[in-house]
């Protein structure tokens, strides 16, 4: 079966400071990733997906870029955070439409 | 883009009760998904119905697509089904999923 996993999950980083989130995932092979940023509230909003290594599309023009690596692979980074960053970031991957989520990462930028 | 709209935004119920939460969109969609997202973040996964009716257990969903509204029952509420609801749509030619507001659900002893 397939799984994914997120790490960190909870992490406190300063204004100015740079980040690194990290995503995998195990029992399947060239699935279509995600990351989703949900803040204080309920909505979900849609940052970055990849159809494959190396392809990234962004949603939302930000401090944030993705970047895909490996196959099973997706991270996500800043160089600079900014308070408004803080959120909850969610990891998705998907085949013929249905999407999975991962843990979740809680960032909070101070 | 299209417009996901979920209702109500707030639900409480005793255990025990029913209830049916509505989800309506805006444009053709070719993946509709239902998800719970418990106390700790977690998004269930719990029906992919892009059209028709499926159940599992004490919950059923059933998505009129020419119409452009989904629901989801769930029936003999317990504690553990409290959290928020979210409603996720995929556009035809889009990869990715829209989601709306949610419905928050508290379920009391």
């Known amino acids: 079966s397939q799984t994914i996993h997120q790490w960190p999950a909870t992490l406190v980083q300063p204004v100015g400071s740079p980040l690194s989130l990290e995503c995998t995932v195990e029992?399947?092979?060239?699935?279509?990733l995600y990351w989703y940023r949900q803040a204080a509230g309920r909505g979900l909003q849609l940052l970055f997906y990849?159809?494959?290594?190396?392809?990234i599309s962004s949603e939302v023009p930000q401090n944030l870029s993705a970047s895909r690596p490996q196959d099973r692979q997706f991270i996500l980074s800043s160089k600079k955070l900014l308070l408004s960053d803080s959120g909850f970031y969610l990891c998705a991957w998907g085949r013929d439409y249905e999407q999975y989520f991962g843990p979740g990462t809680r960032l909070t930028v101070t | 883009g299209i417009q996901v709209e979920q209702s109500p935004p707030d639900l409480i119920l005793q255990e025990g009760a029913n209830s049916t939460l509505r989800c309506n969109f805006s444009?053709?969609?070719?993946?509709l998904q239902w998800f719970h997202q418990n106390p700790w973040g977690q998004l269930i996964n719990l029906f992919y119905?892009?059209?028709g009716t499926k159940q599992n257990g004490r919950l059923s969903a059933t998505t009129v697509a020419t119409e452009r509204y989904s629901l989801l029952y769930i029936s003999s509420s317990q504690t553990t089904d409290s959290g928020v609801y979210f409603c996720a749509v995929e556009v035809i030619g889009r990869r990715a999923l829209t989601f709306g507001s949610g419905t928050r659900l508290q379920v009391q002893p």
């Open positions: 029992g399947t092979s060239n699935p279509n």
């Open positions: 990849s159809v494959g290594i190396g392809q």
């Open positions: 444009d053709s969609v070719n993946n």
């Open positions: 119905i892009p059209s």
